[in-house]
């Protein structure tokens, strides 16, 4: 069974705007990821937060974790259309931190 | 990309036909993976591999099977493929140093007829 599932299914918003979406998931974890993934390609890993964080910041990206509603959000700030892709939450499963589990993904598209 | 290719990028077969995937990792990264990604479905664990010669099953590895005989080829079997295998195919390395941060490949697009 998929441990992470996103909400909102798909996104769309103006340039400029925040995209707010979210992750959760059903067991003790280590760490929680987020990648985003453009059309025809493969993952890319975009931020990585541990267990005993609450929040952490890359450029435009905000991810916050709490594990006891086990749940994460990744926001992007003032979007652009670059930003336009598919995210997905991925954690690490219960029977150890080699695999991962990952989400059915949130696709956001920004309109120029 | 950190150095993964994947062979072929597209195939099309017929239902019942063995079929084979290559990754191609540059690296010589211990820790190798094989997901298919399926729409409503999110990218899914078939087999992953820990070193040469050893791997282990993940979610959905029925109707699969891998090899790993170097450290920079992770093979991909489907002994005969069917339909419900048509999916994109995606590979990932791990440098596994303290948190499995994955880098995938390009994919392999795979129609079974």
């Known amino acids: 069974s998929q441990q992470g599932e996103e909400d909102p299914q798909a996104l769309s918003i103006q340039e400029g705007e925040n995209a707010t979406m979210n992750c959760s998931y059903k067991?003790?974890?280590?760490?929680l990821q987020w990648y985003r993934q453009n059309s025809g390609r493969g993952l890319v890993h975009l931020i990585l937060?541990?267990?005993?964080?609450r929040e952490k910041h890359s450029g435009r990206l905000r991810v916050t974790l709490d594990t006891s509603k086990k749940s994460s959000s990744l926001l992007i700030t003032a979007s652009r259309a670059a930003d336009t892709a598919s995210y997905f939450c991925?954690?690490?499963?219960?029977?150890?931190?080699?695999?991962?589990?990952f989400g059915t993904g949130t696709r956001l598209l920004v309109s120029p | 990309d950190a150095g993964i290719t994947q062979s072929p990028r597209h195939k099309v077969t017929e239902t019942g036909t063995p079929v084979t995937l290559r990754c191609h990792q540059t690296?010589?990264?211990?820790?190798m993976y094989w997901y298919r990604q399926d729409p409503g479905h999110g990218l899914r664990l078939i087999h992953y591999?820990?070193?040469?010669?050893?791997?282990d099953k993940g979610e959905v590895s029925d109707g699969y099977s891998v090899s790993r005989s170097k450290t920079e080829d992770f093979l991909l079997t489907l002994e005969s493929a069917t339909s419900s295998q048509t999916s994109v195919y995606f590979c990932?390395?791990?440098?596994?140093?303290?948190?499995?941060?994955?880098?995938f490949g390009p994919g392999t697009r795979l129609t079974v007829l």
């Open positions: 067991t003790s974890i280590n760490n």
């Open positions: 937060i541990r267990s005993n964080e």
């Open positions: 991925a954690t690490d499963s219960n029977t150890g931190f080699q695999k991962l589990v």
């Open positions: 690296e010589n990264h211990r820790y």
């Open positions: 990932a390395i791990s440098r596994q140093r303290e948190y499995n941060e994955q880098f």
């Open positions: 591999s820990y070193g040469v010669k050893d791997t």
